[in-house]
Every structure is written in C-alpha cells, then in structure tokens.
C-alpha cells in the first residue's frame, strides 16, 4: 500500500502540469485516492503478479463505484422520455437530439464521458422530413459532442443498413475531421450497400473513422442487442462491463521454463487469480456501492444488471510467443512462422479455456461467464503489443496479415481489432479497401480500422487523437481532448507512428 507521501507527489504532479485543462485536472485528482484505499482483501498471489506486472487493474483501484462502460438504451429515452431528467418522448429532430444531448451528460463510465452514444443513424431517422435542415442539425450535433465530450472513448454505431441521417453523419464527419467521436459500422456485406460502405472508407481514411465490425459474427454472441463502445468493445446494450482487468502474457512469459510451463502452470494460475479479484470487484459494485440500487438509468429501466459482464483483457502475445519459442529453443517468431503462429494459438486456447471455466454469480447475460477482450494497452506499456497484434516493425504483407487476424478474433467475444495506415493511394480506391474488409471479414476477422498516413486525426491503440494535438501537448500546451494525453505516451513509447504504410501502387 502506497503512503501519504506518495498521494502528495502524485496530486503534486497534477497540479503543476500546465498540459491539463481545469475539467482534466479535476478528474486526475479525483482518482488518486482510489489508488490509495482498500474494501476488500485481495490474496498474497495476486499481489506476487501484479506488483510483476502479469496483471494489471487498468487504473481502476479497488474502489468501483460505478461501471467501466455503460451502453444505455437510448431507443427508449427517445421512445418512452425519462422521468428523472424530466424529458418526454421525442417528437421531432430537434427533441431527439436534445434528449440524448442531455442524456449523455448523465452516463458515467471510467473516463467519466459516456463511452457509447448509441446507434444513433438510427435514432435519428425517423425524425427526419426535411432533410436540408436536419443536416444542418446533425452538423452542430456532431460539433457539440466534440466539444462537450472531449474524449474519443465516445463511441457512435452506425449501420449495418444505410440511412439518410448515417449518409449525413459520414458526409459531415469527412467535413469536419474531429477526433470525437469514435465511430464504428456495423458491417454486414450482405446488407450495408457498397457505396455507403465506401464512403465510410473514405471517410476513415481522412479521420481515422468509422471503423467496421463485422455485424454478422457479433450479433451472434448475445442474446441481446449488442454494440460497440469505447476502444472497439462489444457488450450488451442496456448493460456494458462492470470492470476490466488485464493478464499481461509479455511479462508473465519469462517467469516461464519453457511453452508446456507457460501454458499448464503459469497461465491457468494467473487467469484464476485474475478472474477471483473481477469477481470480488464485481460483487463489490453490486452489493456495496449505490450505483445499481439508485442511480436512474438503472431504476428507470435504461440498464439493466443482468445485461453487465466482467471482462478479461490480455496484452502482449507477441512478445509471448516469441520469448516462448526461444526458451523452447525453436526457429520462428511470431506473424512470421507457421509453429510460432500455432504455439500463439494454443495459448489463446488455454486462456479462453480457463476464461470460460471461472463460474461467475453475475454476467447472466453470458452464461455467468467473463468475456475475454483484446485489451490495446496503456500508455506506459513499453515493447508490449495490444492484444494478439504483430508489432510494430514486424508487419507481414497486408493480405497475410488480414489472414493472420482472422485466425486470433474469433477468440473475443468483447472487442478485437487491428489497424492498417494506407498511402495516398488508397484516397483513389475506397471500393479497394471495402474488398478488403470483405475478404477480412470472410476468413474470420472482426474488426478493420484505417486511415491515410497523412491525415491530422489517427488511431493510436484502440481511440483516436489529433497528431496536431500531440505535438501541442508536447509542447507543454493544454488541448481539450483527454486522450491526447495518453496519445503522447503511445506514440513515445509504442512507436504509433511508425507502422507499415500500406499502398495499392504496383
């Protein structure tokens, strides 16, 4: 347990960074003492790991108050108004817009930002009769969230099917270039139209967005309506994850013999202690704290507590695989050799085994089991992959590498993804890119995000920032987007900057 000594230091530090705009410092400070407090006993062996840095509580504390993502029902509050904002059904445009403006206030998650906006195309179009005028209202709605919500773990869904309000959200966003908020389509080939997921390519290549899921194989994982919130999570509309913690497997490897070690003693340990401290945490939340007793959204029937998951995060199988296969004293490192890319697969094997095996008393949404999340890191992670990614500077050709990808998402019910940069060639060949998102998506992919390497707005792990921003924080010069912060950390130490450049030229 850390003292008072380093509480001070840690406050001091963020009231002498002149990067921080007052809201920002407000909420860094109002986090230091969850990092500080205890309410329940955690074991001797989960400690031993985490004080290693195998496993990681994502800044959390043991102190959840409330939970990490929250995915409210949105359709309702439009259908149905809500009592407690004192709001009535939307009646226009101007209504809907005004409802989910005020709603999103209101929705907490870790970053203290609503981390998911819902479908909102869809919301929208009903409302629409005149359609230049409701351009110019979706126009100030999207600069509003990017004022208001200065953070790009906001999450907006579109699709799978084209509207007109998803067509004006898509021309608007090409427009405008902001980094918030995110965006994902909803993808299914057979039901989103070409030129509309061309132009969402076009799109994501100016400003990083939308990214697109694959509809057909994530609708399949709930028994309810899902979506997709914050990095590229998807969970449960009218539910989200209680908490989010990581097994990072780059560190748990060297305390490795060798890959049978790793993979019959190391991991199933690791993963059990992991998923007995969500659990405690969960239960924590629950019956604890105030959230699912009194807050609105729950009382009121906008979330619902059997709609919550636990997740399990994991980082860093690159670097596992390829400190493994040395200690086993095989050729092969891993995106690069057939028995590496298998070592890498029975490992994933094992922990989505051991994932599933743990019995939780909630997440009756899925089977009272956790999810297992490919977790894009944090911004201290050093010489750590997100997820199951190839590293950077050890990209393999495009087509081999969406293959790759289509081998390792199928193991993540709750959000995968990879990111693939294009030169200015593919500015003249969005339908090019669509392909490539079909053939992903054929082979087992997930989730496909671009953008063009000259682009101001790009994605870092799994959230988007402005390189303009970057360089200002460098400088010492507060921006109004908190991921900025984090953006600047990644690019230092994970080198975002230099991933392979694709290119459509010859």
Not at 9 to 26: G, S, V
Not at 45 to 55: M, N, T
Not at 236 to 261: C, M, N, Q, W, Y
């Amino acid at each position: 347990m850390l003292g008072i000594t380093d509480m001070k230091q840690e406050i001091r530090e963020i009231l002498d960074n002149t990067a921080l705009t007052h809201e920002q410092a407000m909420m860094n400070l109002s986090a230091v003492p969850l990092n500080y407090v205890e309410f329940f006993e955690t074991t001797k062996e989960f400690r031993e790991l985490e004080a290693a840095g195998c496993l990681c509580t994502m800044n959390e504390g043991n102190v959840t108050y409330a939970p990490r993502y929250i995915l409210p029902d949105y359709e309702k509050l439009l259908r149905e108004g809500c009592s407690f904002l004192r709001l009535g059904p939307a009646r226009t445009l101007e209504d809907a817009i005004m409802n989910l403006e005020i709603m999103y206030r209101f929705v907490p998650s870790v970053t203290h930002y609503p981390v998911y906006l819902g479908s909102v195309d869809k919301m929208l179009e009903p409302f629409i009769e005149d359609e230049e005028d409701a351009y110019r209202q979706i126009r100030r709605f999207l600069i509003f969230l990017d004022r208001t919500i200065p953070d790009s773990y906001c999450h907006m869904n579109l699709g799978p099917e084209a509207t007109k309000a998803g067509r004006m959200i898509v021309e608007i966003q090409t427009e405008l270039q902001n980094a918030i908020p995110s965006i994902t389509l909803l993808y299914d080939p057979a039901i989103t139209p070409d030129d509309f997921a061309a132009a969402c390519a076009e799109c994501a290549l100016r400003c990083a967005k939308p990214s697109f899921a694959n509809d057909r194989e994530y609708k399949k994982i709930y028994p309810v309506p899902y979506g997709i919130a914050s990095c590229y999570n998807a969970l449960p509309v009218a539910g989200g994850a209680f908490t989010l913690s990581r097994i990072v497997l780059a560190r748990l490897a060297p305390k490795a013999k060798d890959s049978e070690h790793f993979i019959n003693e190391l991991l199933p340990h690791a993963v059990q202690e992991l998923c007995g401290y969500i659990e405690q945490k969960i239960t924590f939340l629950v019956e604890e704290t105030h959230f699912f007793k009194s807050n609105f959204l729950v009382t009121e029937g906008f979330l619902k507590l059997d709609n919550f998951v636990g997740m399990v995060g994991m980082v860093g199988l690159n670097e596992c695989v390829n400190i493994l296969m040395e200690k086993d004293g095989v050729p092969g490192t891993y995106g690069h050799s057939e028995s590496a890319d298998l070592l890498g697969r029975k490992i994933m094997d094992r922990l989505k085994a051991e994932v599933e095996s743990f019995t939780s008393k909630f997440c009756a949404v899925n089977g009272n089991h956790f999810v297992l999340h490919a977790q894009v890191g944090i911004a201290d992670d050093y010489d750590i992959s997100p997820g199951t990614r190839i590293a950077i500077g050890s990209e393999i050709p495009l087509h081999e590498h969406l293959t790759h990808c289509g081998k390792f998402h199928p193991y993540f019910n709750s959000g995968v993804g990879d990111i693939f940069p294009f030169d200015e060639t593919a500015d003249r060949n969005p339908d090019a890119i669509v392909d490539l998102i079909k053939g992903g998506f054929a082979q087992g992919m997930r989730y496909f995000s671009t953008y063009s390497s000259d682009a101001d707005v790009i994605r870092i792990t799994g959230y988007l920032v402005k390189k303009s921003d970057i360089v200002k924080l460098d400088n010492g010069i507060a921006v109004n987007q908190a991921n900025a912060m984090w953006g600047l950390g990644e690019v230092k130490n994970s080198h975002i900057l230099d991933r392979k450049v694709r290119s459509f030229a010859g």
